[in-house]
């Protein structure tokens, strides 16, 4: 096995600076890390200059060559506080966390930590983000102390940016997480939704209350189904599903209604309690709305929908129109007598 073989790509990424500025054309020193393995040349670096160019060809065993581009001295970022105006944009690309503040108040970069890497220069919309010499790194008295103060910041930068990536992830998976639960939750709904509408009748198979034999239980059960449906509505107003079955469970009931007023039920069926003037001008009444909501959903389908809930919302009218006629006619009659 040859020297370079047994080398790990944690090997090299020790000897690179860390400032995580993508300058190389990798997101991170790790990643040039990985690709320096698989044979990426070892001088595209800029912050980490000749020097890294060197390491890297020793540990390697590779010629040292000259860097692509001009080495860079270590630098740090600068608010221009008065000037910002709090958009986090700078937040957002920080590879390090480096910067400190909340939407819409000012923001400010911690020196200590700031690797220099000009990443939040960019996305600052303001342009209020200066790069200078590092402070700290202006400090240092002789070749000991910047070698120290490099390693130093080579160590945060690589523990601030793997610490930065791992909350990303988590992040990532609990927004991941949540959008499962409402999948989850809107499946749910909408199955509860499929239960409770299965006893509306549909046009073509009516009579879906339980034939009890009984027009006062078949009422109570049809109106426990509309209110059901109108609470639904009420959350949720653009359920096309539920409008069609509320629709047709209140044609039932006026259906029921004007049957029991008008004398038209079956024989041997209980017909509605009251023949009075009052129970017909509510029957009336009700078909009268739901002649209204029936032109609404029509006029609904012809903005959004097409040809197939055009016709269906046609038929309602048509179903709604002769049912206020029955109800009319049946007043008409009461009034006359
Ligand atoms: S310091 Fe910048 S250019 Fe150098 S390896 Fe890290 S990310 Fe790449
Ligand atoms: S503050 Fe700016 S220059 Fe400093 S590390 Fe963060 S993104 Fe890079
Ligand atoms: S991107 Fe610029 S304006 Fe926005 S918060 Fe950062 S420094 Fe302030």
Known sequence: MSASASITVTDIDHLLPQTQCGKCGHPGCRPYAEAIVEGEAINRCPPGGETTVAELAELLAR?????????ESPKAAIIREDECIGCTKCIQACPVDAILGASKQMHTVIEAECTGCELCVAPCPVDCID??????????????????????RAELGRQRFENRNARL??????????????MQARRQSRDEVQEQTAPVPSTSAPATPKPTGNARARKAA??????????????DPANQEDQNALEQARQQLADLQAQGETGAASPGRDTAPSSTLNSLRIARSAAKQRLALANRQLAHARRQRGPEEIDAAQ???????????????????AERH
């Open 222 to 235: 049809i109106s426990a189904t509309v209110r059901r449906l109108e609470k639904r509505l009420s959350v």
């Open 63 to 71: 010629p040292v060559i000259p860097l692509e581009v001009d080495a």
């Open 315 to 333: 038929a309602l009218v048509a179903r709604a129109e002769k049912t206020w006629q029955d109800a009319c006619q049946a007043l008409d009659n």
């Open 131 to 152: 790069i200078v010499a590092h402070p700290g790194w202006q400090a240092t008295r002789d070749e000991r102390e910047q070698k120290d103060w490099l390693a130093r």
């Open 169 to 182: 992830e988590r992040q990532r998976q609990e927004k991941e997480a949540r959008r499962r639960e409402r």
